[in-house]
């Protein structure tokens, strides 16, 4: 399975409505789990974001629809990436010849 990091910010709106969270979480999860992926760790941190979290999924589809079901409360803004594990991307590099 691919692995995404994904970055959340909450808008105002989000931050009225923050005592949601644990509900809102819970359904996201469960819709993540619902195209066959899941959450492998989230974290609350400090900075330009309030969370972040790695997920797993089957493609980058999956993930997308992810990102809508979450963003449509208009709670969080979110940008996701893609996240190659450093063992492949070194591999990747040995690969690519000298200009």
């Known amino acids: 399975m691919a692995r ?8 105002p709106e989000g931050l009225r409505h923050v005592k949601e969270l644990p509900e809102l979480f ?3 999860r469960q ?21 972040v979290a790695v997920i797993e999924a089957p ?3 999956a993930v997308m629809k992810h990102g809508l079901f979450v963003a449509q409360t208009g709670y969080v803004e979110i940008a996701t990436m893609p996240a190659t594990p450093i063992q492949e991307f070194l591999k990747t590099v040995a690969e690519v010849p000298k200009p």
């Open 59 to 61: 493609d980058g589809q």
């Open 26 to 28: 819970a359904r996201g």
């Open 4 to 11: 995404f990091v994904r970055l959340v910010k909450f808008t």
């Open 31 to 51: 819709y993540l789990e619902s195209l066959g992926g899941r959450f492998v760790d989230v974290y609350a941190v400090s900075g330009p974001y309030d969370l």
